[in-house]
Protein backbone atom coordinates (compact mmCIF):
# COMPACT_ATOMS: atom_id res chain seq x y z
CA UNK A 1 0.00 0.00 0.00
CA UNK A 2 2.64 2.27 1.06
CA UNK A 3 4.60 1.95 -2.48
CA UNK A 4 1.51 2.22 -4.34
CA UNK A 5 1.37 5.56 -2.65
CA UNK A 6 4.93 6.49 -3.24
CA UNK A 7 4.51 5.63 -6.82
CA UNK A 8 1.35 7.14 -7.22
CA UNK A 9 3.05 10.04 -6.06
CA UNK A 10 5.75 10.04 -8.27
CA UNK A 11 3.98 9.46 -11.19
CA UNK A 12 2.00 12.57 -10.66
CA UNK A 13 4.34 14.42 -9.85
CA UNK A 14 6.08 13.52 -13.19
CA UNK A 15 2.82 14.71 -15.10
CA UNK A 16 2.90 17.76 -13.02
CA UNK A 17 6.25 18.77 -14.44
CA UNK A 18 5.50 17.45 -17.88
CA UNK A 19 5.08 20.05 -20.49
CA UNK A 20 1.68 19.79 -22.34
CA UNK A 21 2.67 18.95 -26.69
CA UNK A 22 0.65 17.85 -29.02
CA UNK A 23 0.62 15.56 -32.09
CA UNK A 24 0.28 16.75 -35.80
CA UNK A 25 -2.28 14.68 -36.18
CA UNK A 26 -4.97 15.93 -33.73
CA UNK A 27 -5.30 18.66 -35.72
CA UNK A 28 -6.60 17.08 -38.78
CA UNK A 29 -10.36 17.30 -37.38
CA UNK A 30 -12.70 19.37 -35.32
CA UNK A 31 -13.14 15.83 -33.46
CA UNK A 32 -9.43 15.33 -32.92
CA UNK A 33 -8.90 18.89 -32.19
CA UNK A 34 -11.62 19.31 -29.60
CA UNK A 35 -10.13 16.19 -27.55
CA UNK A 36 -7.38 17.96 -27.77
CA UNK A 37 -8.69 21.14 -25.80
CA UNK A 38 -10.01 18.63 -23.30
CA UNK A 39 -6.80 16.92 -23.04
CA UNK A 40 -5.70 20.70 -22.03
CA UNK A 41 -7.88 21.60 -20.15
CA UNK A 42 -7.30 18.47 -17.99
CA UNK A 43 -3.84 19.39 -17.97
CA UNK A 44 -3.91 22.61 -16.95
CA UNK A 45 -6.91 22.04 -14.93
CA UNK A 46 -9.46 24.62 -16.76
CA UNK A 47 -12.72 24.59 -16.03
CA UNK A 48 -15.45 26.24 -18.03
CA UNK A 49 -18.95 27.05 -17.84
CA UNK A 50 -20.64 25.08 -20.58
CA UNK A 51 -21.88 28.36 -22.47
CA UNK A 52 -18.59 29.53 -22.51
CA UNK A 53 -17.65 26.35 -23.60
CA UNK A 54 -17.32 26.76 -27.63
CA UNK A 55 -15.85 30.56 -27.17
CA UNK A 56 -13.34 29.06 -25.68
CA UNK A 57 -12.85 26.03 -28.09
CA UNK A 58 -12.54 28.30 -31.08
CA UNK A 59 -9.79 30.53 -29.28
CA UNK A 60 -7.98 27.31 -28.61
CA UNK A 61 -8.22 26.33 -31.96
CA UNK A 62 -6.84 29.56 -33.79
CA UNK A 63 -4.33 29.44 -30.79
CA UNK A 64 -3.16 25.59 -31.27
CA UNK A 65 -3.03 25.76 -34.98
CA UNK A 66 -0.93 29.60 -34.67
CA UNK A 67 1.87 27.53 -32.34
CA UNK A 68 1.76 25.01 -34.93
CA UNK A 69 2.43 27.18 -37.73
CA UNK A 70 5.40 29.06 -36.14
CA UNK A 71 6.88 26.32 -34.55
CA UNK A 72 7.35 24.69 -38.32
CA UNK A 73 9.18 28.03 -39.05
CA UNK A 74 13.21 28.65 -38.51
CA UNK A 75 12.58 30.85 -35.71
CA UNK A 76 15.00 31.70 -32.68
CA UNK A 77 12.18 31.15 -30.57
CA UNK A 78 9.49 28.34 -30.20
CA UNK A 79 5.42 29.03 -28.77
CA UNK A 80 3.28 26.10 -26.63
CA UNK A 81 0.01 25.39 -25.83
CA UNK A 82 0.67 27.06 -22.41
CA UNK A 83 -1.95 27.77 -19.60
CA UNK A 84 -3.17 31.22 -21.28
CA UNK A 85 -4.22 28.98 -24.98
CA UNK A 86 -8.21 29.26 -25.04
CA UNK A 87 -8.08 32.96 -24.27
CA UNK A 88 -7.73 36.38 -26.98
CA UNK A 89 -4.93 37.86 -27.36
CA UNK A 90 -7.10 41.30 -25.91
CA UNK A 91 -8.16 39.51 -22.91
CA UNK A 92 -5.08 38.35 -22.40
CA UNK A 93 -3.30 41.76 -22.45
CA UNK A 94 -6.16 43.16 -20.00
CA UNK A 95 -5.77 40.40 -17.42
CA UNK A 96 -1.96 39.70 -17.43
CA UNK A 97 -0.35 42.37 -19.23
CA UNK A 98 -2.39 45.18 -17.82
CA UNK A 99 -0.07 47.50 -15.91
CA UNK A 100 -0.72 50.38 -18.52
CA UNK A 101 2.91 51.48 -18.35
CA UNK A 102 2.24 54.08 -21.03
CA UNK A 103 -1.06 55.91 -19.87
CA UNK A 104 0.46 56.20 -16.15
CA UNK A 105 3.89 57.74 -17.74
CA UNK A 106 1.39 59.75 -19.58
CA UNK A 107 -0.31 61.05 -16.65
CA UNK A 108 3.09 61.30 -14.72
CA UNK A 109 5.12 63.30 -16.90
CA UNK A 110 8.60 63.43 -17.36
CA UNK A 111 10.83 60.36 -15.05
CA UNK A 112 11.98 61.62 -11.93
CA UNK A 113 14.85 59.72 -10.55
CA UNK A 114 17.63 61.14 -8.43
CA UNK A 115 18.53 62.72 -11.68
CA UNK A 116 22.40 60.69 -12.59
CA UNK A 117 23.01 57.65 -14.21
CA UNK A 118 25.77 55.94 -12.11
CA UNK A 119 26.87 53.57 -14.53
CA UNK A 120 27.50 56.23 -17.21
CA UNK A 121 31.30 55.77 -16.77
CA UNK A 122 31.27 51.88 -17.00
CA UNK A 123 33.82 51.22 -19.76
CA UNK A 124 33.48 47.23 -19.21
CA UNK A 125 31.38 45.05 -18.86
CA UNK A 126 30.96 40.95 -18.85
CA UNK A 127 30.56 38.81 -21.67
CA UNK A 128 27.03 37.47 -19.89
CA UNK A 129 25.82 38.83 -16.83
CA UNK A 130 22.97 35.85 -15.01
CA UNK A 131 22.32 37.64 -11.52
CA UNK A 132 20.09 34.14 -10.76
CA UNK A 133 23.59 32.38 -10.61
CA UNK A 134 24.84 34.95 -8.34
CA UNK A 135 21.50 34.29 -5.76
CA UNK A 136 20.23 37.84 -5.99
CA UNK A 137 17.26 36.63 -7.76
CA UNK A 138 13.93 34.71 -5.91
CA UNK A 139 11.66 32.25 -7.21
CA UNK A 140 9.97 33.36 -10.01
CA UNK A 141 6.50 34.53 -8.49
CA UNK A 142 2.90 34.76 -10.23
CA UNK A 143 0.48 38.13 -9.75
CA UNK A 144 -2.45 36.20 -11.37
CA UNK A 145 -5.13 37.95 -13.03
CA UNK A 146 -4.30 41.48 -11.47
CA UNK A 147 -2.71 44.24 -13.30
CA UNK A 148 -0.10 44.35 -10.69
CA UNK A 149 3.26 43.64 -12.82
CA UNK A 150 4.40 46.95 -11.62
CA UNK A 151 4.78 45.73 -8.04
CA UNK A 152 6.61 42.45 -9.19
CA UNK A 153 9.14 44.79 -11.43
CA UNK A 154 9.90 47.12 -8.37
CA UNK A 155 10.32 44.21 -5.84
CA UNK A 156 12.40 42.00 -8.12
CA UNK A 157 14.77 45.22 -8.41
CA UNK A 158 15.14 46.00 -5.07
CA UNK A 159 15.45 42.14 -3.81
CA UNK A 160 18.46 41.89 -6.52
CA UNK A 161 20.34 45.33 -4.95
CA UNK A 162 19.67 44.46 -1.38
CA UNK A 163 21.21 41.08 -1.60
CA UNK A 164 24.24 42.74 -3.62
CA UNK A 165 24.82 45.27 -1.15
CA UNK A 166 23.96 43.34 1.87
CA UNK A 167 24.51 39.78 0.98
CA UNK A 168 20.92 38.28 2.02
CA UNK A 169 18.35 37.34 -0.50
CA UNK A 170 15.13 38.50 1.20
CA UNK A 171 11.55 37.95 -0.74
CA UNK A 172 9.58 40.92 -0.30
CA UNK A 173 6.01 42.07 -0.37
CA UNK A 174 4.37 43.05 -3.87
CA UNK A 175 1.19 42.92 -1.84
CA UNK A 176 2.30 46.07 0.12
CA UNK A 177 3.00 48.27 -2.88
CA UNK A 178 -0.83 46.86 -4.55
CA UNK A 179 -2.38 47.87 -1.30
CA UNK A 180 -0.19 50.88 0.20
CA UNK A 181 1.48 52.92 -2.79
CA UNK A 182 -1.82 54.10 -4.30
CA UNK A 183 -0.81 58.13 -4.79
CA UNK A 184 0.04 57.21 -8.72
CA UNK A 185 -0.37 53.73 -8.70
CA UNK A 186 -3.83 51.54 -8.74
CA UNK A 187 -3.22 47.98 -7.21
CA UNK A 188 -4.39 45.38 -10.11
CA UNK A 189 -5.55 48.27 -12.19
CA UNK A 190 -1.70 48.82 -12.72
CA UNK A 191 1.01 51.11 -12.35
CA UNK A 192 4.58 52.34 -12.57
CA UNK A 193 7.87 51.30 -11.06
CA UNK A 194 9.26 54.93 -10.52
CA UNK A 195 6.43 55.63 -8.01
CA UNK A 196 6.73 52.62 -6.49
CA UNK A 197 10.69 53.26 -5.42
CA UNK A 198 9.62 56.72 -4.18
CA UNK A 199 6.99 55.17 -2.32
CA UNK A 200 9.70 52.31 -0.61
CA UNK A 201 12.67 55.14 0.29
CA UNK A 202 9.66 57.70 1.83
CA UNK A 203 7.83 54.88 3.39
CA UNK A 204 11.08 53.74 5.19
CA UNK A 205 11.17 50.50 3.42
CA UNK A 206 9.21 47.61 2.00
CA UNK A 207 7.89 44.38 4.26
CA UNK A 208 8.48 41.10 3.10
CA UNK A 209 6.60 38.58 0.96
CA UNK A 210 6.90 36.56 4.14
CA UNK A 211 5.10 38.81 6.84
CA UNK A 212 2.79 40.51 4.12
CA UNK A 213 2.08 37.68 1.20
CA UNK A 214 0.59 38.32 -2.38
CA UNK A 215 -3.04 37.84 -2.34
CA UNK A 216 -4.48 39.55 -5.22
CA UNK A 217 -8.38 38.85 -4.37
CA UNK A 218 -7.77 41.34 -1.25
CA UNK A 219 -6.62 44.73 -2.05
CA UNK A 220 -7.32 48.00 -1.26
CA UNK A 221 -6.68 48.19 2.56
CA UNK A 222 -2.78 49.18 3.77
CA UNK A 223 -1.73 46.43 6.69
CA UNK A 224 1.42 47.19 6.82
CA UNK A 225 0.78 49.47 10.45
CA UNK A 226 -0.13 45.97 11.71
CA UNK A 227 2.80 44.05 10.71
CA UNK A 228 5.58 43.30 12.28
CA UNK A 229 9.01 42.12 11.46
CA UNK A 230 12.06 43.49 8.83
CA UNK A 231 12.09 46.08 6.51
CA UNK A 232 14.53 46.37 3.35
CA UNK A 233 14.93 50.09 2.72
CA UNK A 234 16.61 51.58 -0.30
CA UNK A 235 18.15 55.09 -1.00
CA UNK A 236 16.47 56.29 -4.15
CA UNK A 237 15.96 55.43 -7.58
CA UNK A 238 18.04 56.42 -11.28
CA UNK A 239 16.36 56.22 -14.62
CA UNK A 240 18.85 54.32 -17.37
CA UNK A 241 18.70 56.90 -20.51
CA UNK A 242 16.11 56.53 -22.41
CA UNK A 243 16.60 54.03 -25.81
CA UNK A 244 19.88 52.97 -25.23
CA UNK A 245 20.71 49.03 -25.28
CA UNK A 246 24.24 50.49 -24.39
CA UNK A 247 23.53 52.18 -21.02
CA UNK A 248 20.89 49.58 -20.23
CA UNK A 249 23.85 46.75 -20.67
CA UNK A 250 26.05 48.40 -18.15
CA UNK A 251 23.32 48.66 -15.48
CA UNK A 252 22.21 45.21 -15.87
CA UNK A 253 25.78 44.12 -15.29
CA UNK A 254 25.55 45.85 -12.24
CA UNK A 255 21.93 45.05 -10.52
CA UNK A 256 18.70 43.64 -11.93
CA UNK A 257 16.53 46.62 -13.35
CA UNK A 258 12.94 47.37 -13.54
CA UNK A 259 11.73 47.12 -17.44
CA UNK A 260 8.84 47.76 -19.19
CA UNK A 261 7.62 46.06 -22.47
CA UNK A 262 5.12 45.66 -24.50
CA UNK A 263 4.01 42.41 -24.14
CA UNK A 264 0.98 42.34 -25.94
CA UNK A 265 0.89 39.98 -28.91
CA UNK A 266 0.12 36.05 -29.28
CA UNK A 267 3.26 35.50 -29.73
CA UNK A 268 4.74 36.91 -26.40
CA UNK A 269 1.43 34.96 -24.73
CA UNK A 270 2.22 31.82 -26.02
CA UNK A 271 6.44 31.63 -26.09
CA UNK A 272 7.75 29.00 -24.72
CA UNK A 273 11.24 29.26 -25.30
CA UNK A 274 14.31 30.88 -27.07
CA UNK A 275 14.69 33.98 -28.18
CA UNK A 276 12.42 35.57 -28.38
CA UNK A 277 12.59 38.14 -31.69
CA UNK A 278 8.80 38.49 -32.41
CA UNK A 279 6.07 40.72 -33.00
CA UNK A 280 5.57 43.58 -30.26
CA UNK A 281 5.54 47.04 -30.29
CA UNK A 282 6.31 49.79 -28.08
CA UNK A 283 2.83 50.38 -26.40
CA UNK A 284 4.06 49.55 -23.27
CA UNK A 285 1.72 47.56 -21.04
CA UNK A 286 4.05 45.09 -18.91
CA UNK A 287 6.32 45.91 -16.34
CA UNK A 288 8.90 42.83 -15.69
CA UNK A 289 13.00 42.94 -14.51
CA UNK A 290 15.72 42.39 -16.74
CA UNK A 291 18.94 39.95 -14.20
CA UNK A 292 21.02 39.16 -17.19
CA UNK A 293 22.11 39.00 -20.39
CA UNK A 294 23.92 36.72 -22.86
CA UNK A 295 24.59 36.06 -26.30
CA UNK A 296 23.36 32.25 -28.51
CA UNK A 297 25.63 30.25 -30.15
CA UNK A 298 24.50 31.52 -33.05
CA UNK A 299 25.70 35.06 -31.95
CA UNK A 300 21.70 36.16 -31.46
CA UNK A 301 22.06 38.59 -28.12
CA UNK A 302 19.72 38.92 -25.77
CA UNK A 303 18.29 40.04 -22.16
CA UNK A 304 17.18 37.34 -19.44
CA UNK A 305 14.26 38.55 -18.60
CA UNK A 306 12.29 37.57 -15.22
CA UNK A 307 8.29 37.43 -15.91
CA UNK A 308 5.91 36.99 -12.97
CA UNK A 309 2.92 34.61 -14.69
CA UNK A 310 4.29 31.94 -12.77
CA UNK A 311 7.10 29.01 -13.60
CA UNK A 312 5.51 27.29 -16.26
CA UNK A 313 5.55 29.96 -18.36
CA UNK A 314 8.54 30.55 -21.01
CA UNK A 315 11.82 29.36 -19.93
CA UNK A 316 10.84 27.98 -16.01
CA UNK A 317 8.73 31.82 -15.99
CA UNK A 318 11.62 33.41 -17.93
CA UNK A 319 12.21 34.85 -21.41
CA UNK A 320 14.95 35.94 -23.44
CA UNK A 321 14.35 38.91 -25.30
CA UNK A 322 15.91 40.05 -28.50
CA UNK A 323 18.89 42.69 -27.53
CA UNK A 324 20.78 44.91 -29.54
CA UNK A 325 18.38 45.96 -32.01
CA UNK A 326 18.32 48.87 -34.59
CA UNK A 327 15.43 50.42 -33.08
CA UNK A 328 16.13 52.48 -30.39
CA UNK A 329 13.39 51.55 -28.20
CA UNK A 330 15.30 47.57 -28.14
CA UNK A 331 12.43 44.69 -28.92
CA UNK A 332 9.20 45.00 -27.10
CA UNK A 333 10.66 48.69 -26.06
CA UNK A 334 12.53 47.15 -23.69
CA UNK A 335 14.91 50.40 -23.38
CA UNK A 336 12.23 53.05 -23.01
CA UNK A 337 11.30 52.70 -19.47
CA UNK A 338 14.52 51.33 -17.45
CA UNK A 339 14.99 52.38 -13.42
CA UNK A 340 16.47 50.79 -10.83
CA UNK A 341 16.70 51.46 -7.24
CA UNK A 342 19.90 52.67 -5.47
CA UNK A 343 20.87 51.42 -1.88
CA UNK A 344 24.16 52.26 -0.47
CA UNK A 345 24.00 50.94 2.93
CA UNK A 346 25.15 47.55 3.18
CA UNK A 347 22.91 47.00 6.50
CA UNK A 348 19.34 46.16 5.97
CA UNK A 349 17.94 49.41 7.91
CA UNK A 350 18.06 53.21 6.44
CA UNK A 351 21.62 53.78 6.88
CA UNK A 352 24.16 56.85 4.59
CA UNK A 353 27.39 54.97 4.61
CA UNK A 354 28.12 54.83 0.87
CA UNK A 355 29.72 51.48 -0.27
CA UNK A 356 31.61 51.44 -3.99
CA UNK A 357 29.12 49.73 -5.81
CA UNK A 358 29.98 46.30 -6.05
CA UNK A 359 32.12 45.41 -9.64
CA UNK A 360 30.92 42.24 -11.46
CA UNK A 361 34.26 39.79 -11.84
CA UNK A 362 35.46 38.80 -14.85
CA UNK A 363 35.06 42.38 -16.21
CA UNK A 364 35.80 42.34 -20.45
CA UNK A 365 34.96 44.65 -22.64
CA UNK A 366 31.89 44.65 -24.50
CA UNK A 367 31.02 47.92 -25.29
C1 LIG B 1 31.65 60.54 -15.27
O1 LIG B 1 32.80 61.24 -15.67
C2 LIG B 1 32.63 62.67 -15.78
C3 LIG B 1 33.91 63.26 -16.32
O2 LIG B 1 35.02 62.86 -15.55
C4 LIG B 1 32.24 63.23 -14.44
O3 LIG B 1 32.00 64.62 -14.54
C5 LIG B 1 30.97 62.54 -13.95
O4 LIG B 1 30.65 62.99 -12.64
C6 LIG B 1 31.16 61.03 -13.93
N1 LIG B 1 29.90 60.41 -13.60
C7 LIG B 1 29.72 59.62 -12.55
C8 LIG B 1 28.36 59.10 -12.34
O5 LIG B 1 30.62 59.30 -11.77
Redesign the pocket.
Known amino acids: MKLILILFSFLFLLKASQEFDFHEKELETEESLSKLYERWRNHHSVSRASHEAIKRFNVFRHNVLHVHKTNKKNKPYKLKINRFADITHHEFRNSYAGSNIKHHRMLRGPKRGSG ?6 VTGVPISVDWREKGAVTDVKNQQDCGSCWAFSTVAAVEGINKIRTNKLVSLSEQELVDCDNEENQGCAGGLMEPAFDFIKNNGGIKTEETYPYNPYDIGFCRAKNIEGETVTIDGHEHVPENDEEALLKAVAHQPVSVAIDAGSSDFQLYSEGVFTGECGTQLSHGVAIVGYGETENGIKYWIVRNSWGAEWGEGGYVRIERGISENEGRCGIAMEASYPIKFSSSSSAGTTTHESVAPDDVKDEL
Do not use: D, H, S
Open positions: GFMYEN
